[in-house]
């Protein structure tokens, strides 16, 4: 059995737990269990702080886990990344008050920055030759210039609200950050045929989440042009509809690509088009 490690609440719980179920994988949660057994695939699955779990991962306490990189690259664990999930993305980067006149990283020499991401910021410091005083704190640094802690901080953004409500403006972007599936590097071979199966799942998953199935009626001489304007695709299946001239096209598009093209596909004569997801996609 595979031991996989996710964050017990937070930011990454929900989208964790949606990609293990989403790649066909069940189990029982409960808010008051440390961990969970799926009841049809060989992998368990323990709840923990998000902090953690690299550690564990490495000690091999839990076989593989998922984590923000920005966790896992400011632990120095970066070896143990596998994949990217493309959910919790987010950025650290530092913000000063919104008053403050800003031209560039070297405004910050000698200053004091409250962070709790203390080395990722001194790597990016020190790549751009400025030294400033660290302050390692480990929440609530939004509120740290105003309580006289701190002249900049450097945190977390997504929407940017936080720093807007707490009267800051964000001014360099120190590292950008999404969930990633990490994985001990000593797996036995029976628990590498495990992960095996579950990245073939994951990726399944994340094909099918960028792709559309795409469904639209046309004349029939018009069938070679829309096949064209269609991208990326070698060959749609093609269908007579049962009114004389007309046939359907099906195929699949990535949904952007979609979006570039649609005046052009009604130009050319589709009509009736549907754009539907697509749950899983083996290729
Ligand atoms: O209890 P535990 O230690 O497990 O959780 P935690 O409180 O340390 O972490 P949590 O759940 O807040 O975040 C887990 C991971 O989610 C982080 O390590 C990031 O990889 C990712 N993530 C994505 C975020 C955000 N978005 C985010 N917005 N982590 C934190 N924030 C916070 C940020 O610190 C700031 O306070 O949200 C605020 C900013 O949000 P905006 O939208 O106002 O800009
Ligand atoms: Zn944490």
């Known amino acids: 059995m595979l031991r996989l490690a996710i964050q017990k609440s937070g930011r990454l719980s929900e989208d964790s737990l949606k990609l293990i179920r989403e790649c066909g994988i069940s189990f029982i949660t409960s808010s008051l269990k440390l961990k969970t057994e799926s009841t049809n695939f060989p992998l368990e699955i323990l709840y923990l702080r998000d902090d953690d779990i690299p550690g564990y991962v490495a000690d091999g306490v839990a076989d593989i886990g998922i984590v923000g990189e920005n966790v896992l690259v400011e632990e120095g664990m970066q070896a143990l990344a596998v994949e990217q999930l493309g959910f919790s993305k987010c950025r650290l980067s530092l913000a000063v008050p919104k008053s403050d006149e800003y031209q560039d990283i070297t405004?910050?020499?000698?200053?004091?920055?409250a962070t709790s991401y203390p080395n990722l910021l001194q790597a990016y410091l020190n790549e751009r030759g400025v030294q400033a005083h660290i302050h390692t704190i480990s929440g609530s640094v939004e509120i740290a210039p105003s309580i006289g802690l701190a002249d900049a901080i450097c945190d977390i953004v997504s929407s940017g609200s936080t720093l807007i409500s707490n009267g800051l403006k964000e001014v360099e972007r120190v590292f950008q950050s999404q969930a990633v599936l990490i994985a001990n590097g000593g797996l036995n071979a029976e628990k590498q045929a495990i992960l095996d199966k579950l990245l073939f799942r994951i990726h399944a998953v994340q094909r099918a989440q960028k792709a559309k199935y795409i469904l639209l009626?046309?004349?029939?001489?018009?069938?070679?042009?829309i096949t064209d304007l269609l991208p990326g695709i070698k060959s749609p299946t093609i269908l007579p509809l049962a009114e004389e001239g007309w046939s359907s096209l099906h195929s699949v598009v990535n949904e952007d690509d979609f979006w570039e093209i649609i005046e052009k596909l009604k130009e050319a004569g589709a009509q009736g088009i549907l754009v539907v997801p697509i749950e899983k996609m083996i290729v």
């Open 107 to 113: 405004d910050l020499q000698g200053k004091n920055i």
């Open 217 to 225: 009626n046309a004349p029939t001489d018009k069938v070679d042009i």
